[in-house]
């Protein structure tokens, strides 16, 4: 490669497990010829600047910081990311170069920054990081990042729980941390959950020579990631159960009632170590619900309007995974409308589960009263959906 016009492939590596990322970004630079690393630590950057390393197997290269962008360290992260990856590739020394992400930034974000950036630049990998011993309590772990310091700009209100989470599902590379660090080896029912959350992505040993910088070399598609987890046609977990680990799979076509299911939510969220999916209201049969739980907290949020409820003219404008998605399953009645959800953890109680869920749906009676009855009924999750700023 020379001057400007090189082309330079940059992979991600992110997740919060800080000593599995390390050691997966350290093998990568120990087994890909002219590899470097590119680093920015938030870990300061609430009273200062973003500070940025760049090394190879050989040790540190330079370093340097980033001011703050408005208050916002993920801010500066992203203003100077792009640039510094452009002054990589003009040296035009480098096979590869690894972006590896602070703790709880996540992936997605990071990805689609390098990708718009275009040439030289090419985004052929993005993967996580993962302990599988730590992947339960992670998971389990309901703390707001802020009050572990690990919050990326001052208005983060995200939890550990489901940051991971999303760490977990949008790579197509889980990179498997050493079972032999010292802390807690992972078993049989940690690598089972590991893989029932994540079956859009290959998972690599560490250790395995070559092979995980050879998996980040092979390409990646953002347009394809994104729809792979957007709430109208993410990749869903498939019912399993394996090693005590079970992903139970509730589809069903009638809508909710509202009241029923909120009075539901609080047993329907701690029921799984993670759940997700889409899901629509008999009060708004128009607007597609995303479903989004880990660590004992919920998200409920409008993903939109469902497809047949758009006119046909806007079809064209919808991507066509969703519409692909949709098609699948299309109700004569009610269209891509439909209740789609999954529920993944140990210990799961799959006809508990059921019977709560179905017991949330319109009634016969309720159903056959018709949509302009439907949109009568008490608007329950008015204060999820609708808040009052």
């Given amino acids: 490669m020379s001057g400007g016009q090189a082309r330079l492939p940059v992979a991600v590596v992110g997740g919060l497990h800080a000593d599995a990322r390390r050691a997966a970004v350290e093998q990568i630079l120990r087994t890909v010829p002219g590899s470097v690393a590119l680093h920015h630590d938030l870990t300061s950057a609430v009273d200062s600047a973003v500070h940025r390393t760049v090394r190879d197997a050989g040790g540190l290269l330079g370093s340097g910081d980033a001011p703050l962008v408005n208050g916002c360290a993920c801010c500066a992260l992203r203003e100077d990311l792009v640039p510094e990856l452009l002054r990589l590739a003009e040296e035009g020394r480098y096979r590869l170069a690894v972006v590896e992400l602070w703790d709880s930034v996540e992936p997605q974000a990071m990805a689609a920054v390098i990708a718009a950036a275009g040439a030289p630049l090419a985004l052929t990998g993005v993967a996580t990081a993962v302990d599988p011993a730590l992947v339960l309590p992670y998971l389990s772990n309901g703390d707001d990042l802020a009050g572990v ?15 991971f989470a999303r760490q977990l599902e949008y790579p197509t590379v889980i990179a498997l941390g050493d079972d032999d660090s010292g802390g807690e080896v992972a078993d049989d029912t940690d690598h089972a959950l590991l893989a029932q959350l994540t079956p859009g992505a290959r998972s690599v040993r560490v250790d395995s020579a070559g092979a995980l910088g050879a998996a980040l070399l092979a390409g990646f598609d953002v347009a394809a990631a994104a729809a792979r987890v957007h709430p109208a046609c993410a990749l869903l977990p498939q019912s399993c159960d394996e090693h005590g680990v079970s992903t139970f799979v509730w589809r069903r076509e009638r809508p909710f009632h509202p009241q029923r299911l909120y009075a539901a939510l609080e047993d329907l969220t701690c029921a799984a170590a993670r759940s997700r999916g889409r899901f629509w209201l008999a009060d708004r049969p128009d607007t597609l619900l995303s479903w989004d ?46 209740q789609y959800l999954t529920f993944t953890s140990p210990g799961l109680d799959r006809d508990g589960l059921s019977a709560l869920l179905d017991s949330c749906l319109l009634t016969d009676d309720e159903y056959a009263a018709g949509r302009a009855r439907w949109t009568q009924l008490p608007h329950a999750f008015d204060d999820l959906l609708d808040p009052v700023t």
């Fill in 293 to 338: 739980a880990a660590g004992g907290a919920l998200c409920v949020e409008s993903a939109g309007p469902w497809l047949a409820a758009l006119p046909d003219a806007a079809w064209e404008m919808v991507p066509a995974e969703r519409r692909l998605a949709a098609s699948v399953a299309w109700h004569p009645e009610h269209g891509d409308r439909c």
């Fill in 149 to 163: 310091g690990l919050a990326a700009a001052p208005t983060d209100q995200r939890t550990v729980a489901d940051t």
